[in-house]
Nanobody, 122 residues
Framework: QVQLVESGGGLVQPGGSLRLSCAAS????????IGWFRQAPGKEREGVSS??????LYADSVKGRFTVSRDPAKNSFYLQMNNLKPEDTAVYYC?????????????????WGQGTQVTVSS
């Protein structure tokens, strides 16, 4: 019943911007922390951000460049990525946490989307 579908990825030049979207179904978005994660080949899955009504967390690597938001009416949430760097290249996933408490730990998230590829390159 729970489903998460990411979109908005693509190829962008360094310094550019992308906005990722995640359409959620099967649960009420505002009741849970929603996380954005990324994984590059050969690397561990990394928490990018996590947000709920209790607060928002960002990884140090993206702080000041990425922002998250949500639209309860559409049951969707977003990741605005600015000043993108080559090291941001990865598959990005949205995920639903088990509770409303923000965390960047992947183990605290039980549902994942299929991911969307973000490539930052000249």
């Amino acid at each position: 019943q729970v489903q998460l579908v990411e979109s908005g990825g693509g190829l962008v030049q360094p310094g550019g911007s992308l906005r990722l979207s995640c359409a959620a179904s099967g649960f009420t978005l505002e009741r849970y922390a929603i996380g954005w994660f990324r994984q590059a080949p050969g690397k561990e899955r990394e928490g990018v951000s996590s947000s709920s009504n209790l607060g928002t967390l960002y990884a140090d690597s993206v702080k000041g460049r990425f922002t998250v938001s949500r639209d309860p009416a559409k049951n969707s949430f977003y990741l605005q990525m600015n000043n993108l760097k080559p090291e941001d290249t990865a598959v990005y996933y949205c995920s639903k946490a088990r509770s409303a408490y923000p965390t960047l730990r992947p183990a605290s998230y039980g549902y994942w989307g299929q991911g969307t590829q973000v490539t930052v390159s000249s």
